[in-house]
């Protein structure tokens, strides 16, 4: 079903998230309350190198990224470099996502922190992610 997400015709709906997301379903309302209740809005928007993405924004400036895909929702939030070492050390990530951070390639001048969103844990880090991106600038 996320293939659909791949198709620019096609735009993504609540049931084509539930459905695509499968199991993982439940954790989308509660993804999307979590955006919310960060004063972020979110918009979609097709891109023809990565399909449909949700863009998280506050007065214009984008916060998180999120993708579709099959049994779970990508969140994904970049830092400058510089932001590293506080992720790593400091921060309220769980152990396993501050070593991923810290192995974690730049993408650019980016650091991308990615947040796989399964169920009520992926929530919490996810969430834990965009209040980290939202202090840091």
């Given at each position: 079903?996320?293939?659909a997400f791949?198709?620019?015709g096609?735009e993504p709906?609540p049931a084509r998230?539930?459905?695509?997301?499968?199991?993982?379903?439940?954790?989308?309302?509660?993804?999307?309350?979590?955006i919310?209740?960060?004063g972020?809005?979110?918009?979609?928007?097709?891109?023809?190198?990565?399909?449909?993405?949700a863009?998280?924004?506050?007065r214009g400036?984008t916060?998180?990224?999120?993708?579709v895909?099959?049994?779970?929702?990508?969140?994904?939030?970049?830092?400058?470099?510089r932001?590293?070492?506080g992720l790593?050390?400091?921060?309220t990530?769980?152990?396993?996502?501050?070593?991923?951070?810290?192995?974690?390639?730049?993408v650019g001048r980016?650091?991308p922190?990615?947040?796989?969103?399964?169920?009520?844990?992926?929530?919490?880090?996810?969430?834990a992610v965009?209040?980290?991106?939202l202090a840091?600038?």
């Open positions: 079903m996320a293939a791949h198709d620019p096609v709906t998230i539930l459905a695509a997301m499968g199991s993982a379903g439940a954790a989308w309302p509660d993804l999307v309350e979590l919310a209740d960060a972020l809005d979110l918009a979609w928007k097709y891109y023809r190198d990565g399909g449909w993405l863009r998280a924004s506050n400036k916060v998180a990224w999120i993708k895909a099959d049994g779970h929702a990508i969140l994904t939030c970049y830092f400058a470099e932001h590293r070492q790593v050390a400091g921060s990530l769980s152990d396993e996502l501050r070593q991923r951070v810290a192995a974690t390639s730049m980016m650091l922190v990615t947040v796989e969103v399964r169920d009520g844990a992926g929530v919490a880090e996810a969430g965009v209040r980290l991106k840091a600038r």
